[in-house]
């Protein structure tokens, strides 16, 4: 069994922003696929199905950003799953250019605080991850007032570009390997 959670803010202010990209991944897998996200325990929002093949959890921390391993730590530890093998977190990353996205099996948070949360919770940097570029900041911004923003209006098509092709990512880890989705998509 995969649990492949999104992160981003639970209130409903946050939905469609930058910042959120974890969440509205999970929203795109969950409607693919048919998966009710009707369940609310281990301080999220979650879904149980059947992805190609694979049984998933989908869920949706619902801890604010910043607290995101409090959730993913009880979630881990519920459905005992090894987190380097049966661990998907998609998120943010405005390192990344709208849309690119970037894999990796394990590394260091990156200055991100939902993934510091998730090292810190979990005790290892060991779990596959899908970063969606949202791109860097303008200069002068404020860095929570961009992240927290909403995309352009010509960033919209290519957004709904790299959520399919983040669900096709999560397909091929589950059901290949992490280093042939590191080849096709990174």
Known sequence: ????????????????????????????????YNISMDIKKHKALCGKGVIEGQKVILAQPLTYMNLSGESIRELVDYYK??????????????NLAPGKLRI??????????????IISHLGTQDFKRVRIGVGEKPKGWDLADYVLGRFSKEE????????????????????EDIRVAMNRFN
């Open 81 to 94: 799953i090894d987190p380097e093998e049966e661990l998907i977190i998609i998120y943010d990353d405005i």
């Open 156 to 175: 919209e098509p290519v957004i709904r570009e790299s959520l399919q092709k983040t669900i096709e990512a999560c397909c091929v880890i589950m059901n």
């Open 1 to 32: 069994m995969y649990i492949i959670a999104g992160l981003g803010n639970p209130e409903r202010k946050y939905d469609g922003t930058r910042h959120n990209i974890g969440f509205s991944a999970i929203t795109s897998i969950a409607d693919k």
């Open 104 to 117: 990796r099996a394990k590394g260091s948070a990156g200055g991100h605080n939902g993934i510091k949360s």
